[in-house]
């Protein structure tokens, strides 16, 4: 039982430059979630989905875009990556809106 | 938009020592959770309280829920190293996300 796993774990881009992050779990888990975290912004939710083929806007959606196609999977997308998109990112997975979340170890994104 | 704050922000203590730390909003929460965040880890679920004036009790570490039900508090009894990390409260509401507070980040010295 793998829980949250998240691919790649360190990337570096160049501004201008396309990527997307993988995440996947294994826990049949409706609710999956994008956050990144950075120094003193504690996590902030990037995107969300309910479900097999739906998402839904978090906090700071501006610049991502995110696919949901496979039940297990959550697909987080940079089209133009900025400098203001170096962070830390998290995935998470949770059976319902209230119910515990479980995290992926993170991925470190540098846009130079 | 619901908001919670934690604090203090940081805090450095010596092994032994007691301490708290707060999670206070001014909106009502169905259920707070309390996670802790090593470096390089995702955050990971120490406990969820529900109802208000709730007390639980992890081995030394002491969570308790507002009678509101929109503040929490996690009190650690003779801290030790193994304590370190960031301690994140995140707030339940009905069908939306959990609202996560900006986390206080303990450093407990030998």
């Known amino acids: 039982n793998a829980g949250v796993t998240q691919t790649p774990k360190f990337r570096v881009l160049k501004t201008g430059q396309s990527m997307t992050l993988l995440c996947a779990q294994d826990?049949?888990?409706?609710?999956m979630y994008w956050y990144r975290q950075d120094p003193g912004m504690g996590l902030r939710l990037i995107h969300y989905?309910?479900?097999?083929?739906?998402?839904a806007k978090g906090e700071v959606p501006d610049g991502y875009n995110v696919s949901r196609l496979k039940k297990q999977n959550f697909l987080l997308g940079l089209e133009s990556a900025a400098p203001s998109q170096t962070s830390v990112y998290f995935c998470?997975?949770?059976?319902?809106?209230?119910?515990?979340?479980?995290f992926g170890p993170g991925t470190r994104l540098t846009v130079t | 938009t619901q908001l919670l704050e934690q604090s203090p922000q940081f805090l450095s203590i010596q092994e032994g020592e007691n301490l708290t730390v707060y999670c206070n909003s001014s909106?009502?929460?169905?259920?707070l959770q309390w996670y802790r965040q090593e470096p390089g880890e995702g955050p990971v679920l120490l406990v969820t309280?529900?109802?208000?004036?709730e007390v639980k009790k992890l081995k030394r570490l002491t969570f308790q829920f507002g009678d509101a039900r929109k503040d929490s508090s996690l009190h650690i009894t003779a801290a030790q190293t193994g304590d370190t990390g960031l301690y994140l409260c995140?707030?339940?509401?009905?069908?939306?996300?959990?609202?996560f507070g900006k986390g206080t980040r303990l450093s407990v010295i030998a």
């Open positions: 909106s009502v929460f169905s259920s």
């Open positions: 989905s309910v479900g097999e083929g739906t998402t």
């Open positions: 309280v529900v109802t208000g004036g």
């Open positions: 826990m049949n888990h409706e609710y």
């Open positions: 998470a997975s949770s059976y319902g809106s209230g119910y515990e979340q479980y």
């Open positions: 995140a707030g339940g509401a009905g069908n939306t996300p959990l609202v």
